[in-house]
Nanobody, 116 residues
């Protein structure tokens, strides 16, 4: 079973930046979309950003203008560049891939903490 592996989380001060990466542990085919979600303590999981094979993107209103999602189709890797981070961005960030067959794959998550 292929797993998604996130990296790049950590502790950063408000106004700082982080870059998250997500890659599969093995070979994957027919990926339609790649996305980043986050879940803060006591809150529901929410979509942060999504990118399709064709390059179309979708962002949560709360991160527009600060976060950028990108993908490397050759490596089946998705990135999330996070700038101007705020304390309210603190959460576990998870990546998720959806295939053309409708199958979803999730990573274990990486902690992002924004605090002074």
């Amino acid at each position: 079973q292929v797993q998604l592996v996130e990296s790049g989380g950590g502790l950063v001060q408000p106004g700082g930046s982080l870059r998250l990466s997500c890659a599969p542990s093995g070979t994957m085919f027919s990926i339609y979309s790649m996305g980043w979600y986050r879940q803060a303590p006591g809150k529901q999981r929410e979509l942060v950003a999504l990118i399709t094979t064709g390059g179309s993107t979708n962002y949560a209103d709360s991160v527009k203008g600060r976060f950028t999602i990108s993908r490397d189709n050759a490596k089946n890797t998705v990135y999330l560049q996070m700038n101007s981070l705020k304390p309210e961005d603190t959460a576990v960030y998870l990546c998720s891939y959806r295939t053309w067959h409708g199958n979803d794959y999730w990573g274990q998550g990486t902690q992002v903490t924004v605090s002074s």
